[in-house]
């Protein structure tokens, strides 16, 4: 049976995603030999600065798809999250296995917990404006690096912002103090999704990688990407959704602030067939909103 060689940064949360695609495409295929082909991104290398200025998403996934464009892997294994928000040319989202919990966590404190004028560090604006307008007293500083490294740089009195999916998928959950509600801070499109790239046209790849596939979760981050497609964004815009599905219904709630820092938030409810075309309804409205 085929080799499949999938493409993945080297931090110990990409690993542990890469590793975990590897186990379900081993338990879908039996006797389907699964490898990682590693490599380290710019944004892995540059810590040194704020994700917004060495190129935004592309940062965490470029050299990566590199590795499948030029053949050297046959699929790449991304955090949905920092995927450019349109496929690029020569890839095809092939597959978004069951999704993880996708709400933000503080660690070092709880909301309510924080003194006034305490630290949150954070490198996400999404974050920075939702904090800021329930705690307009906080004060806000960068925070780069792996989990590891974010989990040393709690600030005296204060807090770290991170995804609740990475503490829980790297075992240490018990260093959280609070997890936040979606419906309070509107997470990150595609937060908690994994997404596996493969080359377009490479149909034998496609077939196998089909087989983890989770059909609600891919219509999640496909309606929560058409949403920051239509704002035509990137992970440094302070934009965020979030879809749930009961049913045939999808429920899309989402966030823009606007220059002054006012956050605006839309949602709706349809069809889960007509999810996407909601998703860029909400985008137009918030940019109006936003930028009047």
């Given at each position: 049976?085929?080799?499949?060689?999938?493409?993945?940064?080297s931090?110990?949360?990409?690993?542990?995603?890469?590793?975990?695609?590897?186990?379900?495409?081993?338990?879908?295929?039996?006797?389907?030999?699964?490898?990682?082909?590693?490599?380290?991104?710019?944004?892995?290398?540059?810590?040194?600065?704020?994700?917004?200025?060495?190129?935004?998403?592309?940062?965490?996934?470029?050299?990566?798809?590199?590795?499948?464009?030029?053949?050297?892997?046959?699929?790449?294994?991304?955090?949905?999250?920092?995927?450019?928000?349109?496929?690029?040319?020569?890839?095809?989202?092939?597959?978004?296995?069951?999704?993880?919990?996708?709400?933000?966590?503080?660690?070092?404190?709880?909301?309510?917990?924080?003194?006034?004028?305490?630290?949150?560090?954070?490198?996400?604006?999404?974050?920075?404006?939702?904090?800021?307008t329930?705690?307009?007293?906080l004060?806000?500083?960068?925070?780069?690096?792996n989990?590891?490294t974010?989990?040393?740089?709690?600030?005296?009195?204060?807090?770290?912002?991170?995804?609740?999916?990475?503490?829980?998928?790297?075992?240490?959950?018990?260093?959280?103090?609070?997890?936040?509600?979606?419906?309070?801070?509107?997470?990150?499109?595609?937060?908690?999704?994994?997404?596996?790239?493969?080359?377009?046209?490479?149909?034998?790849?496609?077939?196998?990688?089909?087989?983890?596939?989770?059909g609600?979760?891919?219509?999640?981050?496909?309606?929560?990407?058409?949403?920051?497609?239509?704002?035509?964004?990137?992970?440094?815009?302070?934009?965020?959704?979030?879809?749930?599905?009961?049913?045939?219904?999808?429920?899309?709630?989402?966030?823009?602030?606007?220059?002054?820092?006012?956050?605006?938030?839309?949602?709706?409810?349809?069809?889960?067939?007509?999810?996407?075309?909601?998703?860029?309804?909400?985008?137009?409205?918030?940019?109006?909103?936003?930028?009047?």
């Amino acid at each position: 049976m085929k080799t499949v060689r999938l493409a993945t940064r080297s931090s110990p949360l990409a690993l542990w995603q890469a590793e975990h695609v590897a186990d379900l495409l081993r338990a879908a295929h039996p006797g389907l030999e699964v490898t990682l082909v590693r490599t380290d991104t710019l944004g892995d290398r540059r810590l040194d600065v704020p994700i917004s200025e060495i190129g935004g998403k592309g940062v965490f996934a470029t050299e990566v798809q590199r590795l499948v464009l030029d053949g050297d892997a046959d699929a790449a294994v991304h955090s949905a999250k920092d995927l450019p928000a349109v496929t690029g040319e020569g890839l095809a989202l092939a597959a978004v296995p069951e999704r993880g919990d996708p709400r933000d966590a503080l660690v070092g404190a709880t909301l309510d917990g924080l003194a006034a004028g305490a630290t949150v560090a954070t490198g996400s604006q999404r974050r920075r404006v939702q904090l800021a307008t329930l705690r307009p007293d906080l004060v806000f500083t960068e925070l780069r690096g792996n989990m590891a490294t974010r989990l040393g740089k709690v600030p005296a009195g204060g807090a770290i912002v991170v995804a609740a999916v990475a503490l829980q998928r790297l075992g240490w959950a018990d260093r959280i103090d609070e997890v936040l509600g979606a419906d309070l801070l509107i997470p990150q499109v595609g937060q908690a999704a994994l997404a596996v790239e493969g080359r377009a046209g490479d149909a034998e790849t496609a077939v196998l990688l089909a087989a983890v596939e989770h059909g609600p979760s891919r219509t999640r981050v496909d309606v929560e990407r058409a949403f920051l497609a239509e704002l035509g964004g990137d992970c440094d815009l302070p934009a965020g959704a979030h879809a749930t599905l009961d049913g045939d219904r999808v429920h899309v709630q989402a966030l823009l602030a606007g220059d002054d820092g006012t956050v605006h938030v839309e949602e709706a409810v349809g069809p889960a067939a007509d999810g996407e075309s909601l998703a860029r309804g909400l985008a137009q409205d918030l940019r109006t909103l936003a930028t009047a």
